[in-house]
């Protein structure tokens, strides 16, 4: 099944404790992208990456670093969690720039203390 | 800078109504747009799909159309059924900020039985 899958789906951590959130998709799609929802903000752009090796920052990157070692692969780290970044995040993938639909992963729900 | 609104922000209906949400978008210089469905606190499901130079999709009792020229999409769902309450978020690829998403806000359905 095409899909995108984040891990994990539920995290409670505490403030500045290092911590990833895994994203891969099986669809060999070379866009991927972070985006956080939250509530009244609605959803906003972290990271992306146009292809491996290639990342570039949203609207919103402060506190956070990605990398793209592999295609599949896009994870997002917090190296300091600041309660701030109680959101949910969520991982898409696309073919590419261009006319191509999103697909999206389930969401990770990340609580800060 | 690309801003995309969606009228309404909420809606109740009754089971088995008509219902049209609307979208609107600043830019037209946009690549697709794309329908989401997103069940409380949950992943984004895509619904729908229109390319730049179509006019319409359709899948089942949802249909979708879209006037570039005047920055405008309706997301259109015949014969509603409670289980098609959930949020529903419209979004556009610009041509001028990669292959990013740009959400609305989104509008909130509430079917009643």
């Known amino acids: 099944e095409a899909q995108v899958t984040q891990n994990p789906r539920y995290l409670i951590t505490v403030t500045g404790k290092k911590l990833t959130v895994t994203c891969s998709q099986n669809?060999?799609?070379?866009?991927m992208s972070w985006y956080r929802q939250d509530p009244g903000l609605g959803l906003r752009q972290i990271y992306y990456?146009?292809?491996?090796?290639?990342?570039d920052k949203g609207d919103v990157p402060e506190g956070y670093k990605v990398s793209r070692k592999e295609k599949r692969n896009f994870p997002l780290i917090l190296e300091s969690p600041s309660p701030n970044q109680t959101s949910l995040y969520f991982c898409?993938?696309?073919f590419g720039e261009g006319g191509y639909g999103y697909t999206f992963g389930s969401g990770t729900r990340l609580t800060v203390v | 800078k690309q801003e995309v609104t969606q009228i309404p922000a909420a809606l109740s209906v009754p089971e088995g109504e008509n219902l049209v949400l609307n979208c609107s978008f600043t830019?037209?210089?946009?690549?697709?747009l794309q329908w989401f469905r997103q069940d409380p606190g949950k992943g984004l499901t895509s619904l729908l799909l229109?390319?730049?130079?179509?006019r319409e999709q359709t899948s089942g009792r949802l249909n979708a159309s879209l006037d570039k020229s005047s920055g405008r999409s309706t997301l259109y769902i015949a014969a509603s059924q409670p289980g098609d309450s959930a949020t529903y978020l419209c979004?556009?690829?610009?041509?001028?900020?990669?292959?990013?998403?740009?959400f609305g806000a989104g509008t909130i359905l509430r079917v009643k039985s």
């Open positions: 898409a993938s696309s």
């Open positions: 669809m060999n799609h070379e866009y």
């Open positions: 990456s146009m292809n491996v090796e290639v990342t």
């Open positions: 830019d037209s210089a946009i690549y697709n």
């Open positions: 229109i390319q730049s130079s179509q």
């Open positions: 979004a556009v690829v610009h041509m001028e900020y990669g292959n990013k998403l740009v």
